[in-house]
């Protein structure tokens, strides 16, 4: 720098710090985009659990009762739970694989408050599942076999979906775990596992030793609650299932993440 | 700001754009900065140069509030480092990754500006970065020059007053080396500090006001250009010599080593021409030579690089 030129002087003061934390729907509008032309994303979201809905829900004894629906109804909410899981899974195993490419760090020279960063993640965890879950009782409504009233099927919808962080959490977890693309390939099978031994794809006969394993599985006590709504029927050990997993993944999520020594 | 505040104008000016004091950082039993103070002025073009390990990543992370130091504080315009990236006072430039693959040009800018207060227009941090005419192309599609390009887009969408730069022009052709050298001083004269770690010595000569030379977590020298080189000024005597006497050499004035390596003698000295005069006239030398020190060999010398290689 010569003498001559005298710097204008920058004012720290007079720059003025985000609100909210860098919370903005840009972000937002961004990352939904990004989702929704991701072709895989797609798949997983809209395509999958509907097909699957299709060839599970067409069985002989769809139009028994279940509840306050009938079977296919049942097995309509199982599907989407099933879709909207896979769907936040991938969501949060995407929060580990952007931290594995330095958007992370990135994003710390921004600022956004890496809190916010997770619930604008979350946020879009839950509108991916939200799509999801419509993809799957669309197919149905369209379809024509499930039943059920109205408000029973809002209220399970809504349910799923918040049921669904469970498994976003699990998603990070396993995205620290396994690192970039082959957390989904362990996600995928895993949760279609999950899935079976918690009733989701196929009931399983109570009180066999499968079944007693299969409480203690991740997807029993969401299911339960997903379809608390249409059964009438929640059992506490579903309630604390579901709670205790969530906690699990959070934990373990966060204790990846905190061991994670890499560069931010 | 407004012109009539004086006082505040006044203030300003002297506020360090970086000031860190008794600065140390460990990673379990790892010393990796061993006690750092420098202050940077407002506007400077400072190079942060030294060997791998030396702790410059270290430094700038701290600087960043990446990390926290193990003691000492950090201060950048008179705030905490945090504070300071949450006002936009400022950015850095990585060297790689940093970047959505799947996400457009545009949308990684306009991703970015959305998370400060204020930044400058997306559109045109994009015109001057060059890259209008590949906005709509994908992160991924892009060569390895266009990713650098936006990487210094996003980091300019703040106005920021003080820049890191690691590494900043690996992988630049001569010609967008100087485009690039002329553009940060263009922003340096207008009070932008800019600190960039560098391993081309050439570069940090050339281009910075001032060199920081760190060694092992310390900063061992800190000057300008011809400062640094002033540090490890003098010349190389060589010549053959069998059997030299190496205490006689040792005890000329000026001199500060002497090394035989078979039948040559290698005399490192402040005033070359004594020692020449003495090998010429007072024994049977031969084939003399007479080398400067580059600046490669000041680095050398004053960091220490040679050790590395030994340990």
């Known amino acids: 720098m010569s003498t001559s030129t005298i710097p204008t002087p920058v004012d720290p003061d007079a720059r003025r710090v985000p609100p909210m934390g860098g919370f903005n729907l840009t972000v937002l509008r961004i990352e939904l985009r990004r989702m929704l032309r991701n072709r895989r994303t797609m798949f997983f979201t809209l395509l999958f659990p509907a097909a699957l809905f299709l060839s599970f829900g067409g069985q002989p004894n769809w139009n028994d009762n279940a509840g306050h629906g009938n079977v296919a109804a049942y097995i309509m909410v199982s599907m989407a739970l099933y879709g909207a899981a896979l769907t936040a899974a991938s969501g949060g195993a995407m929060v580990a694989m952007e931290r594995a490419l330095g958007w992370s760090r990135q994003l710390r020279l921004t600022p956004l408050n890496p809190a916010v960063y997770i619930l604008m993640k979350a946020l879009l965890a839950l509108v991916l599942g939200a799509v999801a879950i419509t993809a799957v009782n669309v197919t149905g409504i369209a379809q024509g076999k499930p039943h059920m009233p109205v408000h029973v099927w809002i209220e399970c919808a809504v349910l799923t979906l918040f049921c669904t962080m469970v498994f976003a959490a699990l998603g990070v977890f396993v995205g620290y775990l396994v690192p970039g693309e082959n957390a989904m390939q362990v996600l995928g099978p895993g949760l279609a596992l999950f899935s079976f031994l918690g009733n989701v794809f196929i009931p399983l006969d109570e009180g066999t030793w499968i079944y007693r394993i299969a409480e203690w599985t991740p997807m029993f006590g969401v299911a339960e609650i997903s379809r608390w709504p249409l059964t009438g029927d929640l059992p506490w050990t579903a309630v604390v299932n579901a709670v205790a997993w969530f906690g699990i993944f959070v934990a373990g999520a966060a204790w990846r993440m905190s061991k994670d020594t890499a560069r931010v | 700001m407004t012109m009539t505040d004086h006082t505040r104008s006044a203030d300003a000016v002297r506020l360090p754009a970086v000031r860190l004091d008794g600065v140390t950082?460990?990673?379990?039993?790892?010393?990796?900065?061993?006690?750092?103070?420098?202050?940077?002025?407002?506007?400077?073009?400072?190079?942060?140069l030294g060997p791998n390990g030396a702790g410059k990543t270290t430094t700038i992370d701290m600087i960043l509030g990446l990390s926290q130091p193990t003691t000492g504080t950090v201060s950048v315009l008179g705030h905490q480092p945090r504070q300071a990236i949450a006002r936009g006072l400022v950015s850095a430039v990585m060297q790689t990754g940093g970047l959505l693959k799947d996400l457009t040009v545009r949308e990684t800018v306009a991703y970015t500006a959305s998370l400060f207060a204020d930044t400058k227009p997306v559109d045109e941090v994009l015109d001057s970065a060059g890259i209008t005419g590949i906005a709509d192309r994908k992160v991924a599609k892009c060569s390895g020059g266009e990713q650098q390009r936006l990487r210094f887009a996003m980091a300019l969408l703040p106005d920021p007053a003080l820049l890191l730069l690691d590494e900043p022009t690996t992988g630049m052709d001569v010609e967008g080396r100087r485009t690039f050298w002329s553009a940060i001083r263009r922003d340096a004269e207008r009070g932008r500090t800019v600190l960039f770690a560098t391993h081309y010595l050439e570069e940090a000569d050339q281009y910075a006001d001032r060199i920081v030379l760190v060694r092992e977590g310390r900063i061992v020298a800190d000057g300008s250009g011809s400062e640094i080189k002033a540090l490890a000024a003098g010349r190389t005597v060589r010549a053959t010599l069998p059997d030299?006497?190496?205490?006689?050499?040792?005890?000329?004035?000026?001199?500060?080593?002497?090394?035989?390596?078979?039948?040559?003698?290698?005399?490192?000295?402040?005033?070359?021409?004594?020692?020449?005069?003495?090998?010429?006239?007072?024994?049977?030398?031969?084939?003399?030579?007479?080398?400067?020190?580059?600046?490669?060999?000041?680095?050398?010398?004053?960091?220490?690089?040679?050790?590395?290689?030994?340990?």
């Open chain 2, 244 to 311: 030299a006497d190496t205490d006689a050499l040792a005890a000329l004035g000026g001199v500060d080593s002497v090394e035989v390596r078979g039948d040559s003698v290698l005399v490192h000295a402040k005033d070359s021409d004594a020692v020449a005069r003495y090998l010429l006239t007072e024994t049977t030398a031969r084939d003399l030579e007479i080398t400067s020190k580059g600046l490669e060999d000041a680095f050398i010398s004053l960091t220490g690089a040679d050790d590395e290689e030994q340990k």
């Open chain 2, 25 to 48: 950082k460990d990673f379990g039993s790892v010393h990796a900065v061993r006690g750092i103070d420098l202050e940077l002025r407002q506007g400077e073009i400072v190079a942060f």
